[in-house]
């Protein structure tokens, strides 16, 4: 069984996340989704509109993901790696290059982001 590993905040969940998580699975067989806690968001420099608790039960909803875990800080990925036993980890490019580190580890893939969408966008566009 091929496992895949990645992280995002995914607030205010879009087209955008739905296409990375489904392309992410289409790679392997089981899809771990770290899903970045508030405080983790904090130094993330990110705030959230829903907290954790939401936006793990939303990720948790989606037909592409088996397992969600709380990414509480920038350095548990090597440690998930092991415990999970990743085959392969993945990122949307904007994050290019800076998890090649893993490669020690496991695969790594950087997939194209989807172009005109994010959070920060939805929430500039007042209704
Ligand atoms: N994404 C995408 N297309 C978009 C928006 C987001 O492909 N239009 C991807 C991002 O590249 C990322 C995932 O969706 O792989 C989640 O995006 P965010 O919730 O913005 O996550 P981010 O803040 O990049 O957190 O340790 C890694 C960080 O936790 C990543």
Redesign the pocket.
């Known amino acids: 069984m091929k496992k895949i590993l990645?992280?995002?905040?995914?607030?205010l969940l879009?087209p955008?996340?739905i296409?990375?998580l489904r392309r992410a699975k289409e790679l392997g067989d089981y899809l771990i989704v770290?899903v970045?806690t508030d405080d983790?968001n904090h130094d993330?420099n990110?705030v959230a509109y829903h907290d954790f608790d939401s936006r793990k039960v939303i990720v948790e909803s989606i037909r592409y993901v088996d397992k969600v875990i709380p990414?509480t800080n920038?350095n548990q990925?090597v440690d998930d790696i092991i415990t999970y036993d990743i085959d392969l980890f993945?990122?949307?490019?904007?994050?290019t290059g800076k998890f090649d580190f893993l490669k020690r580890y496991c695969e790594v893939v950087y997939?194209?982001?989807?172009?005109?969408?994010?959070?920060s966008k939805i929430k500039r566009n007042k209704l």
Request: no cysteine.
């Open positions: 990645t992280y995002g905040t995914f607030d879009h955008g996340h296409n990375l770290g970045s983790f993330k990110k990414e920038w990925k993945v990122m949307g490019d904007d994050w997939l194209p982001r989807t172009a005109g969408i994010s959070s």
